[in-house]
């Protein structure tokens, strides 16, 4: 079983930057999909960003394109998600999770990832 656990969230004016982490521990395979997720209160969960230690491939929504950046540190075990130029619409609980192998080719299917995270609060606001 994998276990996740996000940081780095917070409270950011409009136009400032966040770094999200996702770490993972417990029984963890070298390839693997890592996807983040968002939910702002009384909207669904939508998918923003994944990335593929399996095939190398990486995914945005339109939404985020441009402006998010996913990377991952293999010694840490931990992915990252670089938000900048924010804006109040990315305010948002954000989640990490994670499935063996698999691709981010084609997006993000939420119903997919096994293993999540307990999310963090990212408030973007003046």
């Known amino acids: 079983q994998v276990q996740l656990v996000e940081s780095g969230g917070g409270l950011v004016q409009p136009g400032g930057s966040l770094r999200l982490s996702c770490t993972r521990s417990g029984f963890t395979l070298n390839s693997y999909t890592i996807a983040w997720f968002r939910q702002a209160p009384g909207k669904r969960r939508e998918g923003v960003s994944c990335?593929?230690?399996?095939?190398?491939?990486?995914y945005y929504a339109d939404s985020v394109k441009g402006r998010f950046t996913v990377s991952r540190d293999n010694l840490a075990k931990t992915v990252y998600l670089q938000m900048n130029s924010l804006k109040p619409e990315d305010t948002a609980v954000y989640y990490c999770?994670?499935?063996?192998?698999?691709?981010?080719?084609?997006?993000?299917?939420?119903?997919?990832?096994?293993?999540w995270g307990q999310g963090t609060q990212v408030t973007v606001s003046s």
């Open positions: 999770a994670t499935r063996p192998l698999a691709t981010c080719r084609g997006g993000i299917v939420e119903t997919r990832f096994g293993s």
């Open positions: 990335l593929s230690t399996s095939d190398g491939t990486t």
